[in-house]
């Protein structure tokens, strides 16, 4: 065995008092399995702007007891270093119900109080955006959430909130990685810690109805108005950890009897056995909630994924076809009713100070909305953690910052958190129903008038399945040295390209400096181009999955003529750029 791997054995061994996990690399070790071994044990996890997130098994590499103590005691050394009187302000603690998360975060908590810092614990499981509400809240110097929020069921993860109750950026996660690198011996392993330690204070009872109170207070606009006499849906928390939250929600907005439960679904279950993949976007996802809406006669799912961050909306048509709204679509559905709503608490504020954002991989109709219409529109990075933080920037600036979206089925309330959240979009998609409702139109009806409006966009999103970075990192080096002038290429088939936008090598034709607006991350590749013909694409390496990920929108004068334009782009992407047979790429199915 190479002596680098048994040293990390040895380490393993001598550090890890969980038994289980113990005996793991023990028996590895016994049957000289070293191709797992080295899985297992190296490289160590790393930490980033997304924390952590791993499979849940034994080894440096993985998600378990010693790399979260690890992670807590690096991250409680940065909030000294860094955050003022960070002891007495505390970090706040909270957990969804996966496997091992309340063990973990029980954990992470002893590890912040031996080293002096107040815990604000969550006692019971929550749903992701409360943590960085209590953030807010109580004034904390960071947040933690155990979740891997729509993963596999053998996944776990670490979600790192900072004082502004937003996900950590660049060079946070560089700091507390290198703290982490620092503080690797396990201080406790005192799970009881929690309910003996004067440094733990249980926190829920002080967060929870202020969170709701929260969420009511921005969906307010008709919240007097009696629901439609046949309003009624569905709701599935995909086995997590939603159901309370919108329970509290749907019976402060008068709504209670108006939601019908899919009971297969509804109680936590690590183990998510009614659906092969966790996430409300995956096809099948959503088969016991239409099974249950068809059964009662009901138009109208929610779904809400195991964290409760993220929301989808399905909706029966005239037809009775079902239509499952897109991340992209639902965003301006949401966006409009917040748009048309506004001002909704003072004449005094002008509609140029209304803000709304959206990242660059999510649809351009928010930006051709508030170029129609006056407000204020932003493009920010992929991730929530560029959302939250552009807003705030936005809000200290004068903006009245109301909505953020990315096509993955996330939703900002500011009002509420400065991150996605399943119920604070949930409870403003309601009160937006009831008044489309009420001036005869469905959501989909709804989303055909903005089309007629503000032009047609189809998307044509998938990805690609790298064999490897390194194959990632080959395909983009080949598409930057095709026919180019000035750091690109000229076409993509019969089209020009109008704009080239290179976030990895920090160039874009667009500007007048040719420096791209955004931020640029050597690490990570990510290009966008604006073609002829009113079509965007970005194309992405995924930060956290072996993936290349296409985003392709085209605007056009009807439907079929917008899905035509993006699936053309598609096809010729695959056929001149990506070449899949050539570099070993897999597309989905």
């Excluded at 909270?94 to 309340?102: E, Q, T």
């Excluded at 509420?416 to 469905?442: E, I, N, P």
Aim: hydrophobic share 40%.
């Amino acid at each position: 065995m190479d002596p680098a791997l048994k040293q990390l054995v040895i380490e393993w061994l001598r550090i890890d008092e969980d038994e289980a996990s113990r005996n793991e690399i023990s028996e590895l070790m016994q049957q000289s399995n070293t191709i797992e071994l080295e899985k297992r044990l190296r490289p160590r996890i790393a930490f980033g702007t997304a924390g952590l997130r791993a499979r849940m098994e034994a080894g440096f590499a993985r998600m378990n007891c010693v790399t979260v103590i690890q992670a807590s005691q690096g991250l409680a050394e940065y909030l000294l270093a860094t955050e003022k009187n960070a002891k007495k302000r505390g970090v706040v603690i909270g957990y969804d119900a996966r496997h091992n998360s309340g063990k973990f975060a029980k954990l992470a908590a002893a590890a912040f109080a031996s080293k002096g810092i107040k815990v604000l614990w969550y006692e019971v499981t929550v749903h992701t955006p409360l943590v960085p509400f209590g953030v807010n809240a109580v004034g904390a110097a960071a947040g933690i959430m155990v979740t891997a929020s729509h993963n596999p069921a053998h996944d776990n993860g670490y979600k790192v909130y900072w004082s502004n109750g937003c996900q950590i950026i660049p060079p946070h996660d560089a700091g507390i990685a290198a703290c982490i690198a620092q503080n690797l011996e396990p201080l406790s392993w005192d799970t009881e810690m929690v309910d003996n330690s004067l440094m733990i204070e249980a926190s829920i009872d002080l967060v929870k109805a202020d969170y709701l109170r929260a969420v009511i207070a921005v969906t307010r606009v008709h919240f007097d108005l009696p629901p439609p006499s046949d309003f009624r849906f569905v709701y599935t928390p995909m086995h997590g950890v939603g159901l309370p939250y919108m329970r509290g929600v749907v019976d402060n907005l008068g709504l209670g009897e108006c939601m019908a439960v899919v009971g297969e679904q509804a109680d936590p279950d690590p183990d998510f056995p009614t659906v092969k993949f966790p996430n409300p976007e995956e096809k099948g996802a959503l088969d016991l909630a239409i099974e249950t809406a068809d059964n009662g006669g009901l138009d109208l799912i929610l779904a809400s994924d195991p964290d409760a961050d993220r929301l989808s909306v399905a909706e029966k048509r005239q037809d009775d076809s079902w239509h499952q709204f897109t991340g992209n679509q639902l965003g301006i559905l949401l966006a409009s009713h917040i748009y048309e709503n506004y001002p909704s608490d003072s004449d005094e504020r002008p509609q140029s100070r209304l803000a709304m954002l959206a990242s660059t991989v999510s649809s351009r109709m928010l930006s051709s909305m508030a170029a129609a219409e006056g407000f204020h529109f932003a493009e920010t990075l992929t991730g929530f953690k560029w959302l939250g933080n552009v807003a705030l920037d936005l809000e200290s600036q004068g903006y009245d910052v109301r909505f953020a979206f990315e096509e993955a089925i996330g939703y900002m309330i500011p009002g509420v958190v400065h991150d996605k959240d399943a119920v604070s979009a949930a409870a403003t998609f309601l009160t937006a129903y009831r008044c489309w409702k009420m001036q005869g139109f469905t959501a989909w009806t709804k989303l055909q008038r903005l089309y007629e409006i503000y032009g047609f966009f189809e998307d044509a999103n998938t990805y690609l399945v790298s064999p490897s970075p390194a194959v990632t990192n080959e395909v983009f080096k080949h598409i930057r040295g095709l026919k180019h002038v000035h750091h690109h290429p000229t076409h993509l088939s019969r089209r020009k390209i109008l704009r080239w936008r290179d976030l990895t090598e920090g160039f874009d034709s667009g500007t007048k400096d040719h420096v791209p607006d955004l931020p640029i991350d050597e690490s990570s590749q990510m290009i966008t181009v604006d073609l002829e013909g009113d079509v965007r694409f970005t194309a992405r390496g995924s930060g956290t999955e072996p993936k290349i990920k296409l985003y392709i929108e085209c605007k056009g004068k009807s439907s079929d003529e917008a899905k035509q334009g993006a699936q053309m782009v598609l096809d010729d992407l695959l056929r001149e750029w990506f070449r899949p047979e050539k570099f070993g790429l897999k597309l989905p199915g």
